[in-house]
């Protein structure tokens, strides 16, 4: 079984949708989370991080359900400019291990 | 800061070259790490380090070789390159924060093709 394991989508929402998609984690002693964006395989960049019940960062909501072991991102508002792949990491000691990404296209 | 630089870009090798992929920090980050990125996977860890000195294998290591001789630098070689290592290379880097929480910053990474 993967460690981090995410829906690949895509993701084909409306400019200005909410959009929401989980990944689960098979862990149990990861403590932190994270959620990173990476366009066209550029380098994934820091999106939020997530180490207690939930964060938000405008638009932004991850929540964390330790109980059934899984995170899940939710977007609001949809801009074109969230369209991306979006990667869940989870904490292996000091290393991470990533799922393979949800792709969301946003559309006008 | 320039955070955490790669080199080069780009690299097209054939089969049995060798050359060594550069990654370095300025954050003085502790750890570093080195990845790569198939087509449509997730990232898989290839090398970490967790100070000058002290380097491990990760998920799939094979072929590869690394040093960490400073605390900015942490070079990937490539022995006898392959075409399955063809892949998008990327180095990141974190430190010890009080919080424990380990989050990575990546390089640009380096996109390597095999033939």
């Known amino acids: 079984r993967k460690e981090v394991e995410q829906d690949p989508g895509p993701f084909n929402v409306p400019e200005g949708a909410t959009v929401a998609f989980n990944c689960t984690y098979s862990?149990?002693?990861?403590?932190?989370f994270f959620w990173y964006r990476q366009d066209c395989r550029k380098e994934p960049k820091l999106l939020m991080s997530?180490?207690?019940s939930g964060n938000e960062d405008g638009r932004f909501t991850a929540q964390l359900n330790r109980a059934s072991q899984y995170i899940s991102l939710l977007i609001r508002d949809s801009k074109l400019s969230d369209s991306a792949t979006y990667l869940c990491?989870?904490?292996?000691?000091?290393?991470?291990?990533f799922g393979a990404g949800t792709t969301v296209t946003v559309r006008a | 800061n320039a955070g955490v630089t790669q080199t080069p870009k780009f690299r097209i090798l054939k089969i049995g070259q060798s050359m060594t992929l550069q990654c370095a920090q300025d954050?003085?980050?502790?750890?570093m790490y080195w990845y790569r990125q198939d087509p449509g996977m997730g990232l898989k860890l290839i090398y970490y380090?967790?100070?000058?000195?002290?380097?491990d294998k990760g998920e799939v290591p094979n072929g590869y070789n690394v040093s960490r001789s400073t605390t900015e630098d942490f070079p990937l070689r490539l022995e006898l390159a392959a075409p399955s290592q063809t892949s998008v290379y990327f180095c990141?880097?974190?430190?010890?924060?009080?919080?424990?929480?380990?989050?990575?910053?990546f390089g640009p990474g380096t996109r390597l093709t095999v033939t």
């Open positions: 997530v180490y207690s």
């Open positions: 380090s967790v100070g000058a000195g002290i380097t």
């Open positions: 990141a880097s974190s430190f010890t924060p009080r919080d424990l929480l380990y989050e990575q910053y």
């Open positions: 954050m003085n980050h502790n750890y």
């Open positions: 862990n149990s002693a990861s403590q932190s």
């Open positions: 990491a989870a904490t292996n000691d000091y290393k991470l291990s």
